[in-house]
């Protein structure tokens, strides 16, 4: 029994220290390759060794796996790489009382992915006319997953959006796989509509649905605050994006939780394009008679497709959405 738990803990962490191999960009080339091949022979001839009854190869294993170890622990997350635009700066906020001052709003003017006009804006938005709160969710495919943003909207017609994103570095190609493995750093970007929203459906042909949160104006506030904490914090000491506990939904949900304490865990979280059915259950969602109806009225792509004015993207990117007060055209 003992010679086969330790088997399986070889393959185990053999599997896990491949992956890591394979998949983290701290290491390139030829010495990925090489590293790779030598850990997979050890890994191979540690399962051998046992097969015969032998501990030498499990010993010789264990201390490869500590080097292994070792090397991970020194990967550090940074904010000082060559990043992609759209992620290059970072927002960061001041709270004086009622009034937020956000530092590098994004709202780039896009005409394709590679041809946009980059702008970093200064924005001030006071809590006392926070009015709505909306989620988003951008399909590129997949009906489970989705990417989620929450959009605060405010009674002298701003809406800034904040998204999780992972700070990608030129040359980098987003895996969801490569997202457990320490390749890319986490942001809390804060952005006009008209960027984050309409690039999405616009320029990368993603499919966008926006959802009316109902929540207590205290809480709405709450979460804007959780937002700018966590992006500050993000600027002060950087962290790593990981696909399971680091990404644009369970963030959120932590963040909600400082606000309701108590919020179910539920596998919805992970499967983000299902958050519509998680929300509904938990009474956020008003307006409508069931999901499928949410889902109808808040597709918001063929809306966007149509507006080519920034001033009118998001009065027209709500429309017929249930829970949102319809103004005239």
Known sequence: MGMMLLAAAVILFGAWGALALGYCTAVQGRVRVAALAAWLAVTAAALASMAFGSFVGPAIFGAAALA???WWSRIRPSNDRPWIPEVARQTHGNVEGDRVTLHNVRNFDWRSATDFDARWETRTYYLSRLCSVDLVLSYW?????????????????????FSVEIRRKQGDAFSEIGGFFRNYELSVIASAEEDSLRVRTNVRGEDGYLYRIHMPREAACSLFLAYVDTANGLVRRPRFYNTLTANCTTLVFQMAQRIVPGLPLDYRLLMSGYLPEYLFELGALQGA???????????????AL?????ESFSRNIRRGVPGVAQSPA
Not at 289 to 303: K, M, N, Q, S, W
């Open 306 to 310: 149509e507006t080519s004015d920034a």
């Open 289 to 303: 008679p069931d999901v499928a109806a949410y889902r109808r009225g808040g597709r918001y792509t063929e809306r």
């Open 141 to 161: 495919g997949r009906p489970a997953i989705a990417h989620a943003m929450v959009s605060f909207g405010f009674t002298d017609g701003q809406y800034v959006v």
């Open 68 to 70: 292994l170890l070792a």
